[in-house]
């Protein structure tokens, strides 16, 4: 099974900026879709960010023209280039991914996350 492990997270104070890095446990170019999640406390995980193999990009509303979503293809890392951060950016991030575009079910478990928190 396919292992991720996040870093990056930080506390920061509102306006600031961080890159998450998720470190993929083989060839991240094999999963077709590389995603971002987070989970504040008492709430649902969501998805965040989305990047497929052929570079189509999507993200959630609240983040769009903040976030921005990457692969490396040859450190197999995914990255979260987070600006102009608000407190209720603040959760635990985790990535994940589909093996293919039909897959229903994530490629790897959830690694540890990494803790963003944004105040002042």
């Known amino acids: 099974q396919v292992q991720f492990v996040e870093s990056g997270g930080d506390l920061v104070q509102p306006g600031g900026s961080l890159r998450l890095s998720c470190t993929v446990s083989e060839n991240i170019n094999s999963i077709y879709i590389m995603s971002w999640y987070r989970q504040a406390p008492g709430k649902q995980r969501d998805l965040v960010a989305k990047?497929?193999?052929?570079?189509?990009?999507d993200y959630l509303d609240s983040v769009k023209g903040r976030f921005t979503i990457s692969r490396d293809l040859e450190k197999d890392t995914l990255y979260l280039q987070m600006d102009s951060l608000k407190p209720e950016d603040s959760a635990v991030y985790y990535c994940n991914g589909r093996r293919f575009i039909w897959s229903l079910a994530n490629v790897g478990s959830w690694g540890q996350g990494t803790q963003v928190t944004v105040s002042s």
């Open positions: 990047h497929t193999k052929d570079g189509s990009i």
